[in-house]
Structures are given as C-alpha cells and as structure tokens.
C-alpha cells in the first residue's frame, strides 16, 4: 500500500494499553516511543500486542517543531523526537522541515517559512519534532 502520508515509522509494538473506547499504542522506532491514541476496536483488527511490527504514519502537517536539543518538559504531547535538521525547503508561505536523529529515523513537518525563520531552523540545527498521539495513525503488514 502505498500513502500520501509523508512520515511512515517503521517499528516494534512495546505496549499496548487498552480501555473501554481507545487504546494507546507504544511503538518503538529507533531509540524513541511513538505513542498512538486508536481505537480499542482498531487494536483488535489489527491484532496489535507487544513484539508485533507495525508503522506509526503521521501526516507531515501534523508535525510540529521547537528548537533545541533536548524534549519540552511541561507539555501534553507525547511524542518528541530530538534529532537535527537534515532538510529545509520554503516555499511561499509554507515549507518543510526534516529532522534525523542519531539512529537514521527521519520526520518531516510542514510549517509557516515565519516558524522557520522564527525557531532558526537550519540544516544542521538541533530540533524537536513533537506529534500529539491522537494524530499517529498505526498501520500493520
């Protein structure tokens, strides 16, 4: 299958966490945890447990960014991963963003050129690439 999603993680379920209406889906992709908030249904189709592989797929304009090296304490969203920026690409009011971190995992984000330019958000910088789990959709071979 291929998706318009530009952000495909490739990764091992570590747990899962379910309740009566949702569920949340630890992925480990590299070093990092993608948590995704589904559905408990979604769970069950997808026979997702522990030791499973499965991809965290984030759509790039669901991806936000700070500055800096180290996770944003004091903040609700669940996934952050630190890395540096590999990619910058503007475009008129909008561009894209590519973080790596140490291990090769990359996420890309679409942001205003004004955020960019605001974060200093240059190829070589230090970023945190923040996505809410309710915006990780989990997909399964």
């Not at 592989?53 to 304490?73: H, W």
């Not at 008129?92 to 590519?98: L, Q, R």
């Amino acid at each position: 299958m291929k998706l318009s999603a530009r952000n495909q993680l490739k990764g091992t379920v570590e747990s899962v966490t379910e309740g009566a209406v949702n569920s949340i889906v630890a992925i480990k992709v590299g070093n990092d945890m993608v948590k995704a908030n589904i559905t408990s249904e979604a769970v069950r189709d997808l026979a997702l447990e522990a030791g499973k592989e499965a991809m965290a797929i984030v759509k790039a304009t669901n991806v936000m960014f700070a500055a800096g090296s180290e996770k944003i304490a004091g903040i609700s969203t669940r996934n952050q991963i630190c890395g540096k920026v590999v990619a910058v690409s503007e475009g008129a009011v909008n561009g894209h963003i590519t973080v790596e971190t140490a291990e090769g995992v990359r996420i890309s984000g679409s942001i205003t050129n004004e955020a960019i330019e605001s974060l200093g958000l240059t190829v070589g910088s230090d970023a945190v690439a923040l996505v809410k789990s309710t915006d990780v959709i989990v997909g399964v071979e």
